[in-house]
């Protein structure tokens, strides 16, 4: 697995990686991640990935990373 590249983002680290025929995007916040593979030939190359990538796809990804650190915080609290 390879980078391709770097999403400049003020709050999560994004990162395009390439394994084989597929893409896998990964977005990190704090001790969370989210990963999405797209096959290369259904986005029509890394332009294509990176048009999907878009600021409402970050926005969507962002608020999945609230709701993914509000379910940590609630289980932390009942141990």
């Known amino acids: 697995m390879r980078v391709l590249e770097i999403i400049p983002h003020p709050s999560i680290a994004i ?3 390439q394994m084989n025929d597929k893409y ?5 916040a704090g001790p969370m991640e989210q990963a999405f593979k797209f ?4 986005v029509k190359g890394l332009d294509g990935l990176k048009a999907i990538v878009n600021a ?3 926005e969507k990804v962002r608020m999945r ?3 993914m650190y ?3 915080q ?4 009942n141990t």
């Open 24 to 28: 896998i995007v990964k977005f990190e």
């Open 15 to 17: 990162s395009i990686f």
């Open 74 to 77: 609630s289980a932390s609290a």
């Open 56 to 58: 409402d796809f970050i």
């Open 39 to 42: 096959k290369v030939e259904e």
């Open 70 to 72: 509000l379910q940590m």
């Open 65 to 67: 990373f609230n709701d």
